[in-house]
C-alpha cells in the first residue's frame, strides 16, 4: 500500500514541470562572521493551464530551490485560456514592475524573454503577446507576470455572472483546448478542436 501511494506521489510530480527563474547569492556580515544566503524564484506548471510562483530562502540553492518549488506547488493557479491564448489584455504590477500580456493569434508563439517567458512555458500558454514596462527586478518581474494570469477573467464566468451567453458578450465562442482533452471525446486527426465550452477544472 505504500508503496502504491508513492508510485502515484511520483506520478503526479511528473505531471508538473520546474524551472528556477532566477537564483541570488548574498551575503551579511555578523558577530560571527559572515553568513551566505540564497534566494531562489521557481515557476512550475502542467502545462495544460496550470502555474504556480515559488520563492524560497536557505542557506544552500538545493535547499532553497526545494522550499521554492513546494511553495509553488501550494500557490498553483488555474489560468483561462481561449484556443491556446489568453482571454484578453492585462497588465501585472509588483513594485515597480509592470508587465503587460495580450492575447496572439494562433502560431505567434511566445513572445516573451527572461522570468516572463519561463512562467509562460510551463503554463501551457502558446501563443501571447508581452511587454515588460517600468523598471523592476527579475524577481518583481517574475511575480508581476504571475499577478497578471491570477488577474485574467475566465469569459465563461463573466457571462454567467451577466445572465448573458460569451457569444452575446463577444460575438463569438471561446474554449479552453485543455479542458477539451481533459473531459470531452478526442477529436480525430485532423479534426478542429471541439468549441463547445466545457465545465470549469477545479
Given at each position: 500500500?505504500?508503496?502504491?501511494?508513492?508510485?502515484?506521489?511520483?506520478?503526479?510530480?511528473?505531471?508538473f514541470e520546474d524551472?528556477?527563474?532566477?537564483?541570488?547569492?548574498?551575503?551579511?556580515?555578523?558577530?560571527?562572521?559572515?553568513?551566505?544566503?540564497?534566494?531562489?524564484?521557481?515557476?512550475?506548471?502542467?502545462?495544460?493551464?496550470?502555474?504556480?510562483?515559488?520563492?524560497?530562502?536557505a542557506r544552500n540553492?538545493?535547499?532553497?530551490?526545494?522550499?521554492?518549488?513546494?511553495?509553488?506547488?501550494?500557490?498553483?493557479?488555474?489560468?483561462?485560456?481561449?484556443g491556446y491564448t489568453?482571454?484578453?489584455?492585462?497588465?501585472?504590477?509588483?513594485?515597480?514592475?509592470?508587465?503587460?500580456?495580450?492575447?496572439?493569434?494562433?502560431?505567434?508563439?511566445?513572445?516573451?524573454?527572461?522570468?516572463?517567458?519561463?512562467?509562460?512555458?510551463?503554463?501551457?500558454?502558446?501563443?501571447?503577446?508581452?511587454?515588460?514596462?517600468?523598471?523592476?527586478?527579475?524577481?518583481?518581474?517574475?511575480?508581476?507576470?504571475?499577478?497578471?494570469?491570477?488577474?485574467?477573467?475566465?469569459?465563461?464566468?463573466?457571462?454567467?455572472?451577466?445572465?448573458?451567453?460569451?457569444?452575446?458578450?463577444?460575438?463569438?465562442?471561446?474554449?479552453?483546448?485543455?479542458?477539451?482533452?481533459?473531459?470531452?471525446?478526442?477529436?480525430?486527426?485532423?479534426?478542429?478542436?471541439?468549441?463547445?465550452?466545457?465545465?470549469?477544472?477545479?
Open positions: 500500500m505504500a508503496q502504491e501511494f508513492r508510485t502515484r506521489s511520483r506520478e503526479a510530480e511528473d505531471e524551472r528556477v527563474v532566477r537564483v541570488d547569492r548574498t551575503r551579511k556580515t555578523v558577530a560571527g562572521g559572515r553568513v551566505s544566503s540564497t534566494r531562489v524564484v521557481v515557476a512550475v506548471g502542467d502545462g495544460r493551464g496550470r502555474v504556480g510562483l515559488g520563492i524560497g530562502k540553492a538545493p535547499e532553497a530551490i526545494a522550499k521554492a518549488r513546494e511553495r509553488a506547488r501550494k500557490n498553483m493557479i488555474r489560468v483561462p485560456l481561449d489568453i482571454p484578453h489584455e492585462v497588465i501585472g504590477k509588483c513594485g515597480s514592475a509592470r508587465v503587460l500580456l495580450k492575447p496572439a493569434s494562433r502560431g505567434t508563439g511566445i513572445i516573451a524573454g527572461g522570468a516572463v517567458r519561463q512562467i509562460i512555458e510551463v503554463s501551457g500558454i502558446r501563443d501571447v503577446l508581452t511587454k515588460s514596462l517600468g523598471e523592476g527586478t527579475v524577481f518583481n518581474r517574475a511575480k508581476a507576470t504571475f499577478e497578471a494570469l491570477r488577474s485574467l477573467r475566465d469569459p465563461r464566468k463573466v457571462a454567467a455572472q451577466r445572465g448573458k451567453s460569451v457569444v452575446e458578450i463577444l460575438g463569438r465562442d471561446v474554449a479552453d483546448p485543455y479542458e477539451v482533452q481533459a473531459e470531452g471525446p478526442q477529436p480525430a486527426e485532423g479534426e478542429a478542436p471541439l468549441s463547445e465550452p466545457q465545465a470549469d477544472v477545479e
